[in-house]
């Protein structure tokens, strides 16, 4: 299809009405976390340390930190930032203290991310201690992925160039750009606090020093038409970059409908422009999807089970064998908990079986675009084909997945049906929860901030309620 059809295409949709939209084959809106917002709704508990085995069985995983530490707090934030660096050399310590809780657990680290916030803004000295200490204690010998967030305004430093070949140095192979958008206008209406120029200085700078260079847009700003989203998703295919993740902005009060219209028309954009250059839709998680450039001969990386996360730092979660966690948002008392349990944790859940094979076929599906039958039956015990014979059956019939001996490949046509693929697999008692949840107001904002309490791995904030 060229550019001019697509073009067309989008031009009508402004025609289209909601419900007629909703019918449309409109991409995968991060279904991982649309529906895993109802495992174990009530189940939320007090961390208690004799109780609950962070660290259970698990073997491989990936460590997210947080430093949560910006020049300034973006409109459309609603993550756990704090302005300036204030606390920054007791938040430091505390984040290693939390890490020395699992210096004997030899777990194997796939990805290591350094988030926030703004990490950048940190000293290159603390960095280097985070990393060297990560590295002493977790096993990263197998890892290739060390990770760290950068704000575009770090090109106003007059030796920024030497500041990311002093990171790559630490160990940072990774980075990635908080670009959010190319349009200046609605850079500064949302207090970015850099320009489109600078963001693509950045970007440029960094595919000389890194060996992965990913970019972050933002759709679903209430200042952002489809047209400039559109040239948006264009420069980022300019950019000759690795990947590209786009994420849902967070709104509160505007008209459901409209809303609802606006943010299906820019993710058809999305999809449909970054699948017509060659792009794969590698993950989606939460208010996330990331889609990566594949090689000519490159094969997709398989990766069974479901995530597993140690998260450091104020406000991060951590995802284990049997638990949810959530540690504390606040710095203080993250601290208070660091010293008395080793860990910052304030809450946790616990899986249910229900919830641990549903993650899975998620996982599965999302990350390796098949399911393979062999996993489910070591680690649940199950028949796969056979427990979800309707299940496979319809998705075939529709075109959403092609059946073989061992597993089920997801095809191009289910990559954008994700949402009725995932729903197809969820149990007839999920899906009443969903509607009478739905039915009661949906993500209002009392539930949707005791939901990102109760369960911040598994919240979607796409819905028509918000």
């Known amino acids: 299809m060229?550019?001019?059809?697509?073009?067309?295409?989008?031009?009508?949709?402004?025609?289209?009405?909601?419900?007629?939209?909703?019918?449309?084959?409109?991409?995968?809106?991060?279904?991982?976390?649309?529906?895993?917002?109802?495992?174990?709704?009530?189940s939320s508990e007090k961390y208690d340390p004799e109780r609950h085995s962070l660290e259970s069985d698990m073997d491989t995983c990936d460590i997210y930190i947080h430093i949560p530490f910006c020049s300034r707090k973006c409109d459309f934030c609603v993550y756990s930032v704090t302005e300036g660096i204030k606390n920054k050399d007791n938040l430091i310590e505390g984040i290693l203290d939390e890490m020395e809780f699992y210096n004997d657990k030899d777990f194997s680290v796939t990805y290591l991310s350094v988030g926030g916030g703004s990490p950048s803004l940190l000293p290159l000295e603390d960095l280097e201690k985070i990393i060297e200490k990560a590295k002493?204690?977790?096993?990263?010998?197998?890892?290739?992925?060390?990770?760290?967030e950068l704000h575009p305004e770090l090109v106003r430093k007059t030796d920024y160039n030497d500041y990311l070949k002093n990171l790559r140095e630490i160990g940072f192979n990774q980075v990635s750009v908080g670009v959010?958008?190319?349009?200046?206008?609605?850079?500064?209406?949302?207090n970015r606090g850099h320009s489109v120029?600078?963001?693509?200085?950045?970007?440029?700078?960094?595919?000389?020093?890194?060996?992965?260079?990913?970019?972050?847009?933002l759709y679903g700003l209430e200042d952002q038409s489809i047209n400039n989203?559109?040239?948006?998703?264009?420069?980022?295919?300019?950019?000759?970059?690795?990947?590209?993740?786009?994420?849902?902005?967070?709104?509160?009060?505007?008209?459901?409908?409209?809303?609802?219209?606006?943010?299906?028309?820019?993710?058809?954009?999305?999809?449909?422009?970054?699948?017509?250059?060659g792009w794969y839709p590698e993950g989606h998680k939460d208010t996330e999807i990331r889609f990566r450039k594949i090689g000519e001969n490159e094969e997709i990386k398989e990766s069974n089970g479901?995530?597993?996360?140690?998260?450091?730092?104020?406000?991060?979660?951590?995802?284990?064998?049997?638990?949810?966690?959530?540690?504390?948002?606040?710095?203080?008392?993250?601290?208070?908990?660091?010293?008395?349990?080793?860990?910052?944790?304030?809450l946790v859940n616990e899986f249910s079986f229900t919830d641990e094979l549903i993650h899975c076929i998620l996982h599965n599906t999302m990350f390796n675009s098949f399911i393979d039958y062999t996993f489910f039956e070591k680690k649940f015990g199950i028949d796969f084909k056979k427990r979800f014979s309707k299940e496979l059956s319809l998705l075939k019939g529709k075109g959403l997945l092609e059946l073989?001996?061992?597993?089920a490949v997801v095809t191009k046509k289910g990559l954008l049906r994700t949402n009725f693929l995932i729903k197809t697999f969820l149990p007839q008692d999920y899906l009443k929860k969903y509607?009478?949840?739905?039915?009661?107001?949906?993500?209002?904002?009392?539930?949707?901030?005791?939901?990102?309490?109760?369960h911040p791995f598994g919240i979607q904030l796409d819905e028509e309620n918000i």
């Open 404 to 407: 073989y001996d061992k597993k």
């Open 306 to 346: 479901r995530l597993k996360i140690i998260g450091l730092g104020p406000s991060s979660f951590s995802i284990t064998d049997s638990y949810t966690a959530l540690n504390s948002e606040n710095i203080t008392d993250y601290l208070e908990n660091v010293s008395s349990n080793g860990v910052g944790v304030n």
């Open 180 to 190: 959010e958008s190319f349009n200046n206008q609605i850079l500064n209406n949302n």
């Open 229 to 277: 989203w559109r040239k948006t998703i264009k420069k980022s295919l300019k950019l000759n970059i690795d990947y590209v993740c786009a994420y849902k902005v967070i709104k509160s009060s505007e008209n459901v409908d409209s809303l609802r219209k606006k943010d299906l028309m820019q993710l058809m954009v999305l999809n449909t422009f970054l699948k017509a250059g």
């Open 435 to 454: 509607k009478d949840f739905r039915e009661n107001g949906g993500f209002n904002e009392a539930y949707l901030n005791q939901q990102i309490i109760n």
């Open 197 to 217: 120029e600078e963001a693509i200085e950045l970007v440029n700078t960094c595919k000389q020093v890194f060996e992965t260079v990913r970019i972050d847009i």
């Open 136 to 148: 002493d204690v977790f096993n990263t010998s197998n890892s290739s992925n060390i990770k760290i």
């Open 2 to 42: 060229s550019e001019k059809v697509l073009n067309n295409l989008v031009d009508k949709m402004h025609k289209f009405s909601l419900k007629e939209l909703e019918s449309f084959d409109l991409g995968s809106e991060g279904v991982s976390g649309k529906y895993s917002c109802l495992y174990n709704l009530e």
